[in-house]
């Protein structure tokens, strides 16, 4: 044998005992090393698990009237695992699964290829609430439908339809995206989350642990007789309790309901920030947002011009009009811009530069005194404070430490921040091109009055005059105020939390109720004809703001009773014109919910006493 030869078969022979070593360790590490993840693998083959939805808690109003309850639905589902393999009958099911649920071909497949992605094992759930003639049928033909089951799975129901929508939110599957988040670490695809409102913020204490079977198959993956090895009953949520008084969000939905305009309402305690009522119009049904949506539903509900899914009391920016002249009168009176005791002449105009600021309908009063001007709504006053503020930033300082543009602190998801108009923000706005001029004392002189560039709305004016209510203190809006378990002892309560104490003058403050007051149920006040006759003493404000492209918009704000007052209650709509045309008699709808107890026994006093006085 030559040489060559013999070298080639000693490499041959070489390459061949490495192989084989290298087998050998992969056997031995398989069958030492690993051997016991292997045969956990093997025997988990075996097996299959599912999870089962836990119902999540109740959501209930202050005195436990239920506003969010669970219902048991049908669920129309498709195990991908089961259907037929031959692409034409898979195609032909599906087809008449979309035929049956009212869907396209495309768009169950497109559903299916979502869910999959997510959870590659677990069934797909094409439809809920499905009608028990659908499901008769498809039990009377399971052949045609092989991977096709019914399943009853819990839903959110609302009892009073669309009552609360903005602030209670809505519940879906958790996305891709989400199950990222350090929040829901513990979550599977296809686990229900709150996706708004108080279902995503206090969604930790509402959502349930799912329950958990497990049973044995046989190598087609088929149950087999008595082959369940483990059930976990799910856990349900914990109910949670909110601020809400449903009588107070009953009687504001119905008053925006009823002038038609889109608006929205705050009714808060201002010494806690507990929020009694809090609504926007147009408004939606929770329930019909329960996925898988129709096409129609997308563009009823999230492509709607009118945009019923915004919360107008939280997140909608506007200016206010007079509303806001209670806070120029403190920044002018704690800055020493202007005193109790002065009188400024008001002839209907301010000249300020060449440039005419008129009161509203030209009117002239005369000479008036902080009260008086609060009371008749006087432009050209408060033009006056604005124009001698101007350049100092106290008007600014003042609006900011009430809450005015900046976060509220509620406990609600999409908050808006808004804009307090400056001389900094403007002239910074000057110098980067995004307008023609910079900062001026027209600026400010509107500002005075709600108008201009400001940018707020509903709940930090309620903020703002809670602290005129309550003597300085910065509440934090808030709607949860517990969480019960299910035989309703309390579990946790959250407390009310206060962020700062503005310092302010009590008789500065004392001085603008009582105008305040006055502009209510004065005599010459501007809200006299809705709140004259209303037996409990309120000091309220109304306000006409106007907005480019729009008709001017209607607001009012009221503090009750007066002069210590428990409550303030905030309302503007969107083109509802004067503030004693629109806002003012919904405000007034929402007090006499609120006080609806104190009417009737003062009501019933006053009968008691006619008697004896006719008997007499």
Do not use: C
Not at 237 to 257: N, P
Not at 374 to 384: H, N
Not at 600 to 612: I, L, Q, T
Request: aromatic content about 8%.
């Amino acid at each position: 044998m030559s040489n060559r030869l013999t070298l080639r078969i000693a490499v041959f022979g070489g390459v061949a005992v490495v192989l084989f070593a290298i087998l050998f360790f992969r056997l031995w590490l398989i069958q030492v090393i690993d051997g016991d993840k292997y045969l956990a693998e093997a025997k988990n083959n075996r097996t299959r698990s599912y999870r089962t939805s836990a119902p999540r808690g109740e959501i209930l109003d202050r005195n436990g009237n239920v506003l969010v309850a669970n219902r048991t639905s049908l669920a129309l589902q498709v195990n991908p695992r089961k259907l037929p393999e031959d692409p034409r009958q898979r195609r032909a099911e599906l087809a008449r699964l979309a035929d049956l649920t009212h869907s396209t071909l495309p768009r169950v497949r497109r559903l299916m290829r979502k869910e999959l992605k997510l959870a590659p094992a677990a069934p797909v759930t094409l439809r809920r609430d499905v009608g028990h003639f659908l499901v008769y049928y498809l039990k009377e033909n399971q052949a045609r439908f092989p991977g096709v089951e019914v399943q009853r799975v819990f839903v959110r129901d609302y009892p009073d339809g669309t009552l609360a929508a903005h602030l209670l939110g809505t519940v879906g599957e958790v996305t891709e995206e989400e199950l990222k988040e350090p929040r829901y670490r513990e979550l599977q695809p296809a686990d229900e989350i709150g996706q708004d409102g108080v279902e995503d913020t206090y969604d930790r204490y509402l959502r349930g642990t799912p329950g958990l079977t497990k049973v044995q198959v046989d190598a087609l993956g088929q149950p087999t007789p008595n082959g369940r090895l483990v059930t976990q009953a799910p856990v349900p949520g914990d109910d949670l309790k909110l601020t809400i008084d449903e009588k107070v969000q009953v009687a504001g939905e119905a008053a925006l309901a009823e002038r038609g305009l889109p608006g929205a309402f705050i009714t808060m305690d201002v010494h806690t920030g507990e929020i009694l009522g809090l609504g926007s119009f147009p408004t939606f049904e929770p329930a019909s947002l329960t996925p898988p949506l129709t096409q129609a539903q997308v563009d009823e509900t999230y492509r709607n011009p009118a945009a019923p899914l915004a919360d107008r009391a939280i997140s909608a920016l506007y200016p206010t009009g007079s509303t806001f002249k209670p806070i120029t009168a403190i920044a002018a009176l704690e800055s020493g811009h202007v005193t109790l005791g002065e009188v400024i002449e008001d002839p209907g105009v301010l000249i300020i530069g060449g440039q005419e600021f008129k009161n509203a309908g030209e009117a002239a009063n005369g000479s008036v005194d902080l009260v008086e001007a609060l009371e008749v709504s006087s432009d050209v006053f408060f033009y006056t404070l604005g124009w001698r503020m101007w350049n100092t930033g106290q008007l600014q300082h003042w609006a900011h430490k009430l809450g005015i543009g900046r976060p509220t602190g509620i406990d609600l998801p999409g908050g808006a921040e808004g804009l307090l108009p400056s001389q900094h923000w403007r002239n910074q706005l000057y110098r980067e091109g995004g307008t023609d001029r910079p900062w001026s004392a027209g600026d400010n002189v509107q500002l005075a009055t709600g108008q201009g560039d400001l940018q707020t709305n509903p709940l930090q004016m309620a903020v703002a005059y809670a602290a005129l209510g309550n003597g300085g203190t910065i509440v934090t809006p808030h709607l949860g105020l517990e969480v019960d378990d299910a035989a309703g002892r309390v579990l946790k309560e959250f407390e009310s939390r206060s962020r700062r104490h503005v310092r302010m003058d009590p008789t500065y403050r004392a001085a603008i109720l009582e105008g305040l007051h006055d502009a209510a149920q004065g005599g010459r006040g501007t809200a006299v004809d809705v709140f004259g006759g209303f037996p409990i003493p309120v000091a309220g404000k109304t306000g006409t703001a106007q907005r480019t492209g729009h008709e001017d918009q209607s607001w009012y704000g009221v503090l009750a009773p007066y002069p210590d007052p428990r409550i303030v209650t905030f309302v503007t709509m969107e083109e509802g014109g004067f503030g004693s045309e629109s806002a003012a008699p919904a405000a007034l709808k929402i007090l006499k919910a609120y006080f609806a107890g104190r009417l009737a026994r003062e009501a019933s006093a006053a009968g008691k006493a006619g008697e004896e006085g006719t008997g007499g």
